[in-house]
């Protein structure tokens, strides 16, 4: 076996493992499990439906409500959820560390890709769910929503390693992303459409690449419905960006922090 097969091979083992552990401590003893992921967004979902309805604004938009809480919420969930893991990952999982082939790295790794799989479980599931029972449509274009759904992750995962690797040499991080996550939420574009505000506030929201992923998610989603404003070139910069900087953040911390 190759230097670089066998590499591999460890590798796959330890983010396995890693998961597991993961799956174990974080679903299999607490209320009603890994089903969690679809309760949440189903019942944030159907609270917002409910509103619509009874407000009668679903009668003011010609956008289906239920399609349009589905993916504003999921991908909330998915650029949200990973930088929260992560910040708080480093503690609970130094004992691992003196595992020779376990890194810093791979614990992130592992919360990242738990996160993700998740989640995108979850989106899948409702969209498949509501419309079995004809409470919303199919998306127009099933590859322009996937890959908005990619570039979401990828946002996810980026601010995650950028945030965490800052988390492991200060606890203000910690205290500082939960207000700042709250705050991103109704500015992310999960509950409006670009188009629907002023031009002020169109360019100062598009400043967020968040609301690109968003934006292009719902042209795949409704298409013809809406319009839509994006540049994805502009998040893929963002996320690259984000990326290297996570990564050299990552590198530099961890010869720092020792198992206890």
């Known amino acids: 076996m190759s230097s670089v097969a066998q590499s591999w091979t460890i590798q796959r083992r330890v983010l396995g493992a890693l998961l597991m552990r993961e799956i174990l401590t974080r679903y299999g003893r607490h209320n009603i499990g890994f089903l969690w992921l679809f309760?949440?967004?189903m019942l944030f979902t159907l609270g917002v439906t409910a509103l619509w309805s009874i407000a009668k604004l679903h009668q003011l938009s010609s956008i289906p409500i239920v399609a349009f809480a589905v993916?504003?919420?999921?991908?909330?969930?998915?650029?949200?959820?990973?930088?929260?893991?992560?910040?708080?990952?480093?503690?609970?999982?130094?004992?691992?560390?003196?595992?020779?082939?376990v890194r810093l790295l791979d614990v992130f790794l592992a919360r990242i890709a738990l996160e993700a799989v998740g989640?995108?479980?979850?989106?899948?599931?409702?969209?498949l769910i509501f419309w079995g029972i004809e409470w919303l449509d199919f998306p127009e274009n099933v590859l322009k929503v996937a890959g908005a759904w990619l570039m979401l992750g990828w946002f996810g995962a980026s601010l995650a390693l950028f945030l965490g690797g800052l988390a492991g040499?200060?606890?203000l991080v910690e205290k500082l992303w939960h207000p700042a996550a709250y705050l991103l939420f109704p500015l992310s574009g999960a509950a409006f459409l670009?188009?629907?505000?002023?031009?002020?506030?169109?360019?100062?929201?598009l400043l967020l690449p968040m609301v690109h992923g968003v934006e292009y998610l719902r042209d795949g989603y409704f298409g013809s419905l809406i319009t839509t404003r994006y540049d994805i070139g502009?998040?893929?910069?963002?996320?690259?960006a984000?990326?290297?900087?996570?990564?050299?953040?990552?590198?530099?911390?961890?010869?720092?922090?020792?198992p206890e």
């Open 169 to 171: 040499t200060s606890e």
């Open 119 to 127: 989640t995108t479980i979850s989106f899948v599931g409702l969209v």
């Open 71 to 101: 993916t504003g919420y999921s991908s909330v969930l998915l650029w949200r959820s990973m930088p929260t893991r992560c910040i708080t990952a480093i503690e609970p999982n130094l004992p691992l560390l003196y595992h020779r082939n």
């Open 234 to 240: 502009y998040m893929a910069a963002w996320n690259a």
């Open 194 to 205: 670009v188009t629907g505000l002023p031009p002020a506030a169109q360019d100062a929201v």
């Open 242 to 258: 984000l990326t290297i900087a996570g990564l050299l953040r990552i590198r530099a911390i961890s010869e720092k922090v020792r």
């Open 39 to 41: 309760a949440e967004p």
